[in-house]
């Protein structure tokens, strides 16, 4: 289960990230920061006489050799080939933390044009999403938006256009920052996660794949290569989704997203409930589900289910928002999350 | 490394190292000093350029990964020498800026949400210079330009109304 920042440093290696970055506190913190020259001049300003045009001008990331392989085989065997080597496709999380070399990879390894990586298509009562679909296709999917509401609705809130633009879903999912909005819908609704080692596919859960902040139970050596989430066949579904944050689409101190399905009668079937940013990794809450599960949900009841479910969390704590900050938060967004999906779904007409 | 960037509708082959961002590139390779470097870690959006006609931060990719692909810097949305186009003209007009240091990136951000949009509301523009950090905070008259250029251009080639 999701641990403090500080004891996840011990935690055993498992992911790329967590080699090349020493310390994942200071790594989350430097990722939140606005200004990262003044917090760390030393490390990070640039060397030598700036008014005078340099021919080899300094660079803010550490060398690295760069490969673009012309398919998954090929990018598979160059991660195998080990050389502290990462997977690079939209680099809107990895770039600032190359920038600030918190990871400092030998070998980047461009799987961005891998055509057969990018796609949105129905597979086994589910959608699966190739890792390298960009955001801002997502956003506009008319199948995501009719499958998977859930995911359609926290799109928008995906980092800014200019984000979503080049930031892909493997990306957000892979670097697991634990106030990412797909993460906490692929937690929320259960979805799986499929990779690539060597020449063998492998499924994980998404309940499993979240270990801590910027660490997976992704193998080093291997490939995410899609998603899949589960599609409900309910007639009258409805989804919400809260956060809260300091600027327009910055990264969020607490979020809370739920899919709902009503019966002709308005009474619960299914409830899917979670919060994200608020803990090490996306959490759901399967026992606000359990309590509202064939009743019609009464807010009164919702909010005191939520609050007994995040008694007992061990929420993040930074500058921008204490532990009991987010956990009172997270508590309010997931009761307002409930009701806008009962709402939404009482507005469906059944089928 | 070397890469082909079409800039500005012109083939341009540059020699760069890997590390080089899209930014470096731009400014010191090929003297474009519009795009901005500001945080250099994606928060600002002073970098910003379009890439394929789409907003994206030219300080979070390497030069390497935009091979091939299109950019436009705000070196390339004039129709002509010592002209302005109607966004960079709203902006001078409704005094969009004080510095000036965040406008070309504001200036490409207004460019692609009106291809997108011709008939933002105040909300659409809020949202998408929202990703654009403005220090003078003169956002007010940022807003009110992007409005103005969004009503010249939907008139643009529109037949004259009769009296």
Redesign the interface.
């Known amino acids: 289960m999701p641990q403090p920042i500080a004891g996840v440093t011990d935690a055993k290696p498992s992911k790329p990230i967590h080699e090349v970055v020493g310390d994942l506190g200071e790594a989350l913190a430097l990722l939140r920061t606005r200004f990262v020259r003044d917090a760390k001049p030393a490390a990070l300003s640039r060397t030598g006489d700036l008014s005078q045009p340099s021919s080899s001008p300094s660079m803010k990331p550490a060398p690295f050799e760069y490969a673009r392989p012309a398919d998954l085989d090929q990018a598979c065997a160059m991660l195998a080939a080990g050389d502290d080597a990462r997977i690079i496709a939209g680099g809107q999380t990895l770039v600032p933390l190359m920038a600030m070399r918190l990871a400092r990879p030998k070998r980047l390894i461009d799987i961005a044009r891998i055509g057969d990586l990018a796609f949105v298509r129905h597979e086994r009562e589910g959608i699966a999403i190739g890792a390298t679909t960009r955001q801002c296709v997502l956003e506009r999917d008319a199948v995501v938006r009719a499958a998977v509401p859930l995911l359609a609705k926290v799109m928008p809130f995906v980092g800014h256009a200019a984000i979503r633009s080049r930031g892909t879903v493997g990306g957000s999912l892979a670097n697991a920052d634990p106030a990412a909005e797909i993460a906490l819908v692929a937690v929320t609704l259960g979805a799986t996660f499929i990779y690539r080692q060597g020449a063998a596919s492998a499924e994980v859960a998404a309940s499993d794949f979240f270990i801590g902040p910027m660490m997976t139970a992704l193998p080093a050596t291997a490939c995410l290569t899609a998603v899949r989430f589960p599609r409900w066949g309910d007639a009258r579904i409805g989804v919400g989704f809260h956060e809260v944050s300091a600027r327009r689409s910055d990264f969020a101190f607490a979020a809370a997203a739920a899919q709902v399905a009503l019966d002709g009668d308005g009474v619960c079937r299914r409830l899917a409930l979670g919060v994200g940013a608020v803990t090490a990794c996306p959490m759901r809450l399967d026992t606000v589900a359990k309590a509202l599960e064939g009743t019609r949900v009464e807010p009164a009841v919702a909010r005191a289910a939520v609050r007994a479910a995040l008694a007992d969390i061990e929420p993040l704590c930074d500058l921008h928002a204490s532990a009991d900050y987010r956990r009172r938060a997270a508590a309010s967004l997931a009761v307002r999350a409930i009701t806008d999906a009962c709402r939404a779904a009482e507005a469906a007409h059944a089928r | 490394?070397r890469v082909e960037l079409i800039v500005n509708g012109e083939m341009r082959a540059v020699e760069v190292?890997?590390?080089?961002?899209l930014l470096?590139c731009l400014r010191?390779r090929l003297l474009l000093t519009g795009a901005h470097a500001g945080?250099?870690?994606?928060?600002?959006?002073a970098c910003?350029v379009l890439?394929d006609g789409?907003?994206?931060?030219s300080?979070?990719?390497?030069a390497?990964?935009a091979d091939g692909y299109a950019i436009t810097t705000i070196e390339g949305v004039t129709p002509g020498p010592g002209e302005l186009s109607p966004i960079q003209d709203a902006f001078c007009e409704t005094h969009g800026m004080q510095c000036g240091y965040c406008t070309p990136a504001m200036i490409l951000?207004a460019h692609?949400l009106l291809a997108d949009n011709p008939d933002p509301t105040r909300a659409d523009i809020?949202?998408?210079i929202?990703?654009n950090i403005c220090r003078c905070t003169g956002y007010a008259q940022i807003v009110e330009a992007i409005a103005l250029a969004a009503v010249r251009i939907r008139g643009l080639n529109q037949p004259a109304r009769k009296p």
Do not use: K, N, W, Y
């Open positions: 490394m190292e890997p590390r080089m961002s470096d010191e945080c250099e870690h994606g928060v600002c959006g910003t890439i789409a907003p994206a931060r300080c979070l990719m390497f390497v990964q951000t692609a809020v949202d998408a929202s990703a």
